[in-house]
């Protein structure tokens, strides 16, 4: 039968989070009741206590409920609730869990957390966790905290954490755990079976075990798999796979995280130069980095920030967004420019203006279209030298046949629509053209970006919108001025 606690567990995160609120509300409601008591009807001492009892008993009752639910649960509930309710339950969660669900939640959400903390509660906290996991958290903590955390340490998980930290936080050796077994090859499988039950537990996703010299150089892994089925006399030599997936610490993360997507890894082994076995990457933590990376990749094509809190305050978010706006507000008045150009030829024909607005959003469209492609082709490094010029030969190709399909739908429905045979003639060549400049806005702008070291995705839909509407507005209304005024 399964417990309260594993029930709560295995619930929707929108239903705990749900009853957590409705927790919460009820909270308030009774310490409002409380405080009205309390200056009132002073005289009614009894039933004032009774009210407390009852307010304390929620917060035992709405702890119950964060203590029956997983780390990551938690860390969902927290960033969903305005500061002043994150922080309550953030006091209600036992102190041996601070460290885990930490972990879990966003950069944003982590700094709110642990301006609330004091220093021997971030230290204990961080202490609870894995070599790795301290890695992961310590770029986030007061500098005092560090240096308290690293002498608690013993010797050699302190070694562990400094080589983590060593490393770009996009890399391997960042991301990379210390806990592993390894065997050596000339031993049975048997031998193998008996030393696994003697350590009595293995660590989260060991799916294999790595084999090594006496150096400590890698040699091959044994999957689990292979060691239940075969007889238990034969040879680890014979059975092991020497060629295994690999990766050193310097390698990039993103590089990782595809060969694991594209070969179904559950862990690899991470060696140094003489290939010695340092450390492993296991699926969790690949899962978390792309999901990082993804969020990221979001949040900068909207021009927002990663670590913008969903409930931070007005001034700070509204700070977060000026770099995107002021951006935007320039590119635009730049295209206004481009209007203000031809503002005699608008007041000519007050079609012009009606129809513009038409070209520079085929165009955008068309571009985003490109531009995903790019970002995608860039982010999976399936872009080369070799197949670049090819590509933008086919962008070209496909805004050219766009061009003359949707730019001849769209003359004619000029034609329908104002009567004008030229007017018609040169909104399908502004379309054609627009599609084209767009094409290759989409293709350029992400490339530009990587060449200048950022991630393709920052800032290349500005760049993009920039392009297609100021060219849409110069090749339409320059056109129509040139063969129809």
Same mark, same amino acid.
């Given at each position: 039968?399964?417990?309260?606690?594993?029930?709560?567990?295995?619930?929707?995160?929108?239903?705990?989070?749900?009853?957590?609120? /409705?927790?919460?509300?009820?909270?308030?409601?009774?310490?409002?009741?409380?405080?009205?008591?309390?200056?009132?009807? $002073?005289?009614?001492?009894?039933?004032?206590?009774?009210?407390?009892?009852?307010?304390?008993?929620?917060?035992?009752?709405?702890?119950?409920?964060?203590?029956?639910?997983?780390?990551? /649960?938690?860390?969902?509930?927290?960033?969903?609730?305005?500061?002043?309710?994150?922080?309550?339950?953030?006091?209600?969660?036992?102190?041996?869990?601070?460290?885990?669900?930490?972990?879990?939640?966003?950069?944003?959400?982590?700094?709110?957390?642990?301006?609330?903390?004091?220093?021997?509660?971030?230290?204990?906290?961080?202490?609870?966790?894995?070599?790795?996991?301290?890695?992961?958290?310590?770029?986030?903590? $007061?500098?005092?905290?560090?240096?308290?955390?690293?002498?608690?340490? /013993?010797?050699?998980?302190?070694?562990?954490?400094?080589?983590?930290?060593?490393?770009?936080?996009?890399?391997?050796?960042?991301?990379?755990?210390?806990?592993?077994?390894?065997?050596?090859?000339?031993?049975?499988?048997?031998?193998?079976?008996?030393?696994?039950?003697?350590?009595?537990?293995?660590?989260?996703?060991?799916?294999?075990?790595?084999?090594?010299?006496?150096?400590?150089?890698?040699?091959?892994?044994?999957?689990?798999?292979?060691?239940?089925?075969?007889?238990?006399?034969?040879?680890?030599?014979?059975?092991?796979?020497?060629? $295994?997936?690999?990766?050193?610490?310097?390698?990039?993360?993103?590089?990782?995280?595809?060969?694991?997507?594209?070969?179904?890894?559950?862990?690899?082994?991470?060696?140094?130069?003489?290939?010695?076995?340092?450390?492993?990457?296991?699926?969790?933590?690949?899962?978390?980095?792309?999901?990082?990376?993804?969020?990221?990749?979001?949040?900068?094509?909207?021009?927002?920030?990663?670590?913008?809190?969903?409930?931070?305050?007005?001034?700070?978010?509204?700070?977060?967004?000026?770099?995107?706006?002021?951006?935007?507000?320039?590119?635009?008045?730049?295209?206004?420019?481009?209007?203000?150009?031809?503002?005699?030829?608008?007041?000519?024909?007050?079609?012009?203006?009606?129809?513009?607005?038409?070209?520079?959003?085929?165009?955008?469209?068309?571009?985003?279209?490109?531009?995903?492609?790019?970002?995608?082709?860039?982010?999976?490094?399936?872009?080369?030298?070799?197949?670049?010029?090819?590509?933008?030969?086919?962008?070209?190709?496909?805004?050219?046949?766009?061009?003359?399909?949707?730019?001849?739908?769209?003359?004619?429905?000029?034609?329908?629509?104002?009567?004008?045979?030229?007017?018609?003639?040169?909104?399908?060549?502004?379309?054609?053209?627009?599609?084209?400049?767009?094409?290759?806005?989409?293709?350029?702008?992400?490339?530009?970006?990587?060449?200048?070291?950022?991630?393709?995705?920052?800032?290349?839909?500005?760049?993009?919108?920039?392009?297609?509407?100021?060219?849409?507005?110069?090749?339409?209304?320059?056109?129509?001025?040139?063969?129809?005024?």
């Amino acid at each position: 039968m399964i417990d309260q606690h594993e029930a709560q567990a295995h619930a929707p995160v929108e239903e705990n989070l749900r009853q957590v609120m /409705d927790a919460l509300a009820r909270h308030k409601l009774v310490e409002e009741l409380v405080h009205k008591q309390e200056t009132s009807r $002073p005289e009614m001492p009894r039933h004032a206590l009774v009210e407390a009892l009852v307010h304390k008993q929620n917060l035992v009752d709405l702890s119950k409920k964060l203590d029956g639910l997983h780390p990551a /649960d938690v860390a969902y509930i927290l960033e969903a609730l305005p500061l002043e309710d994150r922080l309550l339950v953030w006091d209600l969660v036992k102190a041996e869990r601070d460290g885990e669900i930490l972990l879990e939640v966003s950069d944003a959400v982590r700094e709110s957390l642990i301006e609330s903390m004091d220093n021997r509660e971030l230290v204990a906290a961080a202490a609870s966790l894995d070599t790795d996991e301290i890695a992961d958290l310590a770029p986030d903590l $007061p500098k005092d905290v560090v240096q308290e955390l690293m002498k608690s340490l /013993d010797q050699a998980k302190r070694a562990q954490v400094e080589s983590s930290l060593s490393y770009d936080e996009d890399s391997v050796g960042a991301l990379m755990d210390y806990d592993f077994v390894t065997i050596r090859s000339e031993v049975t499988l048997e031998v193998a079976l008996r030393y696994l039950r003697m350590l009595g537990d293995l660590s989260s996703h060991t799916d294999k075990l790595f084999v090594v010299e006496r150096d400590g150089r890698l040699v091959g892994v044994l999957p689990l798999k292979r060691l239940l089925i075969h007889d238990p006399d034969v040879h680890v030599a014979a059975v092991m796979s020497d060629a $295994p997936v690999r990766f050193h610490p310097s390698d990039d993360a993103s590089d990782a995280a595809q060969a694991f997507e594209r070969y179904d890894l559950i862990s690899a082994p991470v060696v140094d130069a003489r290939e010695r076995l340092v450390g492993r990457l296991t699926v969790d933590v690949m899962m978390d980095y792309i999901r990082a990376e993804s969020e990221q990749d979001m949040l900068q094509a909207a021009g927002l920030r990663e670590d913008e809190d969903l409930f931070t305050t007005v001034w700070k978010a509204a700070k977060n967004r000026w770099l995107w706006l002021g951006i935007n507000l320039c590119t635009a008045l730049f295209a206004s420019r481009v209007v203000g150009a031809f503002e005699g030829s608008i007041e000519k024909l007050a079609a012009l203006a009606a129809l513009m607005p038409i070209v520079a959003g085929m165009g955008g469209n068309s571009g985003s279209q490109t531009l995903t492609l790019m970002v995608r082709g860039l982010a999976l490094n399936l872009i080369s030298k070799d197949n670049a010029k090819r590509l933008m030969v086919k962008e070209m190709g496909i805004a050219l046949l766009n061009g003359l399909l949707w730019g001849g739908i769209m003359g004619l429905v000029t034609w329908g629509l104002y009567g004008s045979f030229p007017l018609a003639l040169v909104m399908s060549a502004a379309m054609l053209l627009n599609l084209m400049v767009a094409s290759m806005a989409g293709y350029f702008a992400p490339v530009i970006i990587t060449r200048l070291g950022h991630d393709p995705a920052f800032g290349a839909h500005v760049l993009l919108t920039f392009i297609t509407d100021s060219m849409g507005f110069l090749i339409f209304l320059g056109l129509a001025t040139l063969l129809l005024l």
